[in-house]
Structures are given as structure tokens and as C-alpha cells.
């Protein structure tokens, strides 16, 4: 039963997305004005056609590349220290009372509101940007970690400490694998997370970027343009989602799966 549904599992996806599109094509090609005007709005062949016309270029794949190391090295310092420092406020209580005041009351502000901070603070465009970023996905991941090492079952680590394993052994052997799972959720929603700041911070202080490009394009009531840039943030938000999703279940894989039936 699980092999005949794993069958179908693609073509009902493939599926909405074809019926998602053709909606939408109905719905522009009747220049339909109900509670929202598709009148205006341009159709998937209009789409299609722009993004054709962009892909042809080198300033497209230039965009796509600045945005992608501007994710990137954000996404990486703050899953390096997110993780080591979620560990820390967990395990130590004087880390936790040294850091934990700080980040509680650092985590509520939007990681888009740091904006000005980043222009005051650091020189170049570029800087400001992997800073929000990294403020972006910092948080889901630190949030995430120290929930989970607190969550671990006590009686493993006494396991260890029976056999002798000292403090050391214990975050290698117990805290660190035992963690896993929950980081990887923290780290899949601090990615998502750090998409949304990235682009907005490229429409806001960029000069080049997917978000500065989509923004661009709407200032010259460039709507396809605008529709394309959409379109390749959320390609991009999911390629690297998926990337995350499946490095964790690659290295969490001693975990038990559910079966479907």
C-alpha cells in the first residue's frame, strides 16, 4: 500500500500546480473583475515569455547568484552560532543567564526593522544585508536547539555518565545526535525566515538581487517582470528548503520512520 501511493504522490502535485496555473490563465484571459481585478493582471503566457527573455541575459543569473551567497553565508553563521549557542543557554546555567535576557529580548524585533542598524553599522550594502540575514534565521534556530537539548530524555545522558563518559562525551555522543531533529526544524523555518528578510532588504537598501530586480521591475509598471522575480524567489526558497529537509533526514536516519498506509 505504501509503494502504490508513493506512485501518486507526484502526479497529484504536478497536478495542482497545472490546475493552479490554468486557473489562472482562465481568470486573466476573461480579464475578470469580481473582489479583485485580473483585468491588469498579466497571464502565465506573458510569464512564461518575460522569463524566457530574462534567462537569455546574464544580469538574470547575476541576480540569482548575488542573492543565493547573500542567503547562504547568513544562513551559515547563524546555524554555527544559532546551534552552538542554543546548546549553551541549555546546558549552562551561567550562559543562560548571562545570554538568555539578551536574546529574549532581541528575538520579537523583525529582522527587516534591523535595516537602519545595518546601515549604521556596516560600510558596504552587502554587509548590511548577510546581517539581516543572519538576524533572520538566527533566531528560529537558536529557539529550536535549546528546546530540544531540554527536551532530551535524562536518562540518557546518565547512561553515559554510568559508563564513565565525562561532560564531553556526553554533548558528542548524547546532546549533539540526540538534537538533530529538532535543529533541522529550527534550521527549515529559520531558512524560510531568512528569504523573506533577504528579499525585502534587497528592495530596500540593494543594487542588485533577485529583490532588487523584482522591485525595479515593478517601479517601471513592469508587471510579468514582477511575476518572474516572484516566481524564481519562491524556486529559489524552495530548492534550499528541500536542501535542508533532506540533510536532515539523511542524517537523522537512525531515527524511526512512520509508514503510511
Known amino acids: 500500500m505504501t509503494r502504490t501511493y508513493g506512485l501518486y504522490r507526484w502526479p497529484v502535485r504536478v497536478a495542482s500546480l497545472l490546475a493552479a496555473v490554468a486557473v489562472w490563465h482562465l481568470v486573466t484571459a476573461a480579464d475578470l473583475r469580481l473582489w479583485v481585478r485580473f483585468d491588469r493582471f498579466p497571464g502565465p503566457l506573458e ?26 553565508t547568513g544562513f551559515v553563521l547563524a546555524a554555527v552560532l544559532g546551534i552552538a549557542l542554543g546548546v549553551a543557554t541549555a546546558r ?34 552587502e554587509q548590511g544585508i548577510v546581517f539581516i540575514t543572519f538576524a533572520a534565521a538566527f533566531f528560529p534556530v537558536l529557539v529550536s536547539t535549546r528546546h530540544a537539548v531540554k527536551a532530551l530524555p535524562v536518562v540518557w545522558e546518565d547512561a553515559v555518565r554510568t559508563l564513565g563518559g565525562g561532560r564531553w562525551r556526553v554533548l558528542i555522543r548524547v ?15 529559520g531558512m524560510g525566515v531568512a528569504w523573506i528578510c533577504v528579499i525585502s532588504a534587497e528592495m530596500i537598501s540593494g543594487d542588485f538581487g533577485v529583490g532588487y530586480r523584482t522591485w525595479q521591475a515593478y517601479t517601471i509598471v513592469d508587471y510579468p517582470g514582477v511575476l518572474v522575480g516572484m516566481a524564481t524567489i519562491g524556486l529559489l526558497g524552495w530548492l534550499t528548503s528541500a536542501s535542508v529537509e533532506l540533510a536532515g533526514r539523511r542524517l537523522t536516519r537512525w531515527l524511526p520512520r512512520e509508514e503510511r498506509s
Open 92 to 125: 549552562s546555567r551561567w550562559a543562560g543567564d548571562l545570554l538568555q535576557p539578551l536574546f529574549e529580548v532581541a528575538r520579537p524585533i523583525p529582522a527587516i526593522a534591523l535595516v537602519p542598524v545595518a546601515i549604521l553599522l556596516f560600510p558596504a550594502n
Open 47 to 72: 510569464v512564461v515569455r518575460e522569463f524566457g527573455r530574462q534567462v537569455d541575459q546574464g544580469q538574470y543569473w547575476q541576480d540569482v547568484a548575488q542573492s543565493l551567497v547573500r542567503i547562504l
Open 175 to 189: 546532546v549533539l545526535p540526540g538534537v538533530l531533529p529538532g535543529v533541522f526544524g529550527g534550521l527549515s523555518i
